[in-house]
Structure formats: C-alpha cells, structure tokens
C-alpha cells in the first residue's frame, strides 16, 4: 500500500492506549500517512522530516475532563520514536531543529484529535509561536516518549504543551508551548 492509499478504517489500533474514540485512533494514529495524504502536491514530492514522522509510534490518544475547569476537555497524545542519525547534530545528540520539529509535529496532533473529537472535522491551523527549553541530551539509539497535553482549543487560537523525555535514561529533553491560530480565508481580489 503506498501513503496515498492509506484508509483510517483499515488501520489496527489495538496498540493505541487511551479513551479516546476508536475513529480519533484511527484518524490520528499513523503520523507517517496522516499529513502526507494532505499535502496538495504531487504524492512523489517528499515533505519535510517525513523519514522522522513515519517512525513516530502513537502510543495513546485520550480525551478528558481537564482537571482546573472540568465543563472543558483537553487530549493527551504520546508518541515514541528512536533517536537516528537523520536527527543529530555535529554533536551526536539530537539536532535544537528536530526537536522543535518533534514539538510542533506532535502536538499538532494533539490538537487536531481533541478537535476532531469535538467536531468530527479536522480543522488546520498554522504556527504562531513555538517555544522550547532544552533541558537534557538526548543520543543515538535513545528512545524518546514525547507527551503532549492541550492546553486551548478556540475558534481561532490553540495551544499545546510538550514534553520530550528520553525514556532511555529517565529525564527531561525538551519541553515546549506551541500556540497555533486558525487562519482566516483569504480576502477577494475583487
């Protein structure tokens, strides 16, 4: 099956912990296919850090009441991946650029899957600002647990937190605050 013919319906989520709806597992739950199958250009054209997001591995996707305002619902969305040598940097440790990649990617998700558990439609939204605090490094062969939790889920602003924890040696990589809008529909010419 090549990326272009991945169907939500046909993909195994029985290894995807969490509450969340089994068509918010399913929609959400293979990073390598879901944004590829969106770009609007042609399937041969390769995005930026592809070889990176088809190995992230969703390990749960769960919706819930958050804890400071329970009327409201946040989602809790965890992915795995091994550090390779397509994100080091001279250093041998991960690449600062990856790790803001990792960030922005995955809580992304976290975002889309608490919307579309909300709506039922999957609504893009852009950057506005990202920022991160490098706290440990993380090595070759190092596996990484990245958790991200919502934190706002506006008509038009959104925003997300995440952690980067190299399970490998048990601390802190990165944490950061993605705060993303949606854009407005471009103006007539007219």
Not at 28 to 35: L, N, S
Not at 64 to 75: F, I, L, Q
Request: hydrophobic share 40%; with cysteine; glycine share 8%.
């Amino acid at each position: 099956m090549s990326d272009s013919d991945f169907d939500p319906e046909s993909f195994d989520i029985s290894n995807i912990a969490g509450n969340a709806p089994d068509e918010v597992k399913r929609m959400f739950g293979d990073p390598g296919a879901f944004f590829i199958n969106r770009r609007p250009f042609g399937v041969d054209n390769k995005i930026f850090g592809e070889d990176i997001q088809k190995r992230l591995k969703v390990t749960e996707i769960s919706i819930v009441p958050k804890a400071e305002e329970s009327k409201k619902t946040e989602a809790r969305f965890v992915m795995e991946t091994e550090v390779a040598e397509d994100m080091l940097n001279g250093g041998g440790n991960i690449h600062g650029g990856c790790s803001a990649f990792l960030v922005d990617l995955c809580s992304s998700f976290a975002l889309l899957a608490l919307g579309f558990a909300s709506s039922g439609e999957v609504n893009p939204s852009v950057s506005q600002s990202l920022n991160l605090v490098y706290h440990s490094p993380a090595q070759l062969g190092d596996k990484l647990r990245i958790i991200n939790t919502t934190l706002t889920l506006g008509a038009r602003a959104q925003s997300a937190r995440t952690e980067i924890w190299n399970a490998t040696h048990h601390r802190l990589v990165v944490s950061g605050t993605h705060i993303k809008m949606v854009p407005s529909a471009p103006k007539s010419n007219l």
